[in-house]
Antibody
Framework: EVQLVESGGGLVQPGGSLRLSCAAS????????MNWVRQAPGKGLEWVSS????????FYADSVKGRFTISRDNSKNMVYLQMNDLRAEDTALYYC???????????????WGQGTLVTVSS | EIVMTQSPVTLSVSLGERATLSCRAS??????LAWYQQKPGQAPRLLIY???TRATGVPARFSGSGSGTDFTLTISSLQSEDFAVYYC?????????FGQGAKVEIK
């Protein structure tokens, strides 16, 4: 069974930092790009960042570029989101999501975790 | 970035009736389109990917169609557990973008 479990969320002051983690299991992790998506309270879904299967190639939403860094460890089946200089508008549930295509361009079912809550407030 | 527009924003439907939700992309996303269902306090649940493939465990009353810029999610006979918010999302290129969401409510 494909599973993604996020952790690392919490309450942080504006300007602070957090590191989110996502533990993956049930699929060949190193063959899939991974993504982070967030949802602010009462709002819709917003893509945040992505990283290619190999780890070479990262992408960011303009709203987080220069502040967030995505990384992965294929030996541990983990993906991370380092969040610096956090702002009130970063308050959201952060979801880890497996890509729908593997590295051979085979279409597969995407999967999301249950999310981890980040609250930025003084 | 590609803009995804859903219509209608709210759909009032009676139990057992058919519901049809639309999603339009501002440029072609081929068949790289997914539909999600979200209920209050829950993570989004994948219903459809590749525009028309049902995800594991999704009932047959859910179906997706379309390609290019115009897509449809159809719920053939609404059940009580189907009242929720539905999102479309393209995964053709990064950045992924999502529709604004469409709420299916009880009539």
């Amino acid at each position: 069974e494909v599973q993604l479990v996020e952790s690392g969320g919490g309450l942080v002051q504006p300007g602070g930092s957090l590191r989110l983690s996502c533990a993956a299991s049930g699929f060949t992790f190193s063959r899939y790009a991974m993504n982070w998506v967030r949802q602010a309270p009462g709002k819709g879904l917003e893509w945040v960042s992505s990283i290619r299967a190999s780890g070479v190639g990262t992408f960011y939403a303009d709203s987080v570029k220069g502040r967030f860094t995505i990384s992965r460890d294929n030996s541990k089946n983990m993906v991370y989101l380092q969040m610096n200089d956090l702002r009130a508008e970063d308050t959201a549930l952060y979801y880890c999501a497996k890509d729908c295509y593997d590295s051979s361009a085979h279409l597969d079912e995407g999967t999301w975790g249950q999310g981890t809550l980040v609250t930025v407030s003084s | 970035e590609i803009v995804m527009t859903q219509s209608p924003v709210t759909l009032s439907v009676s139990l057992g009736e058919r519901a049809t939700l639309s999603c339009r992309a501002s440029q072609s996303v081929r068949s790289n389109l997914a539909w999600y269902q979200q209920k209050p306090g829950q993570a989004p649940r994948l219903l459809i990917y590749g525009a028309s493939t049902r995800a594991t465990g999704v009932p047959a009353r859910f179906s997706g169609s379309g390609s290019g810029t115009d897509f449809t999610l159809t719920i053939s006979s609404l059940q009580s557990e189907d009242f929720a918010v539905y999102y479309c999302q393209h995964f053709n290129i990064w950045p992924w973008t999502f529709g604004q969401g469409a709420k299916v409510e009880i009539k």
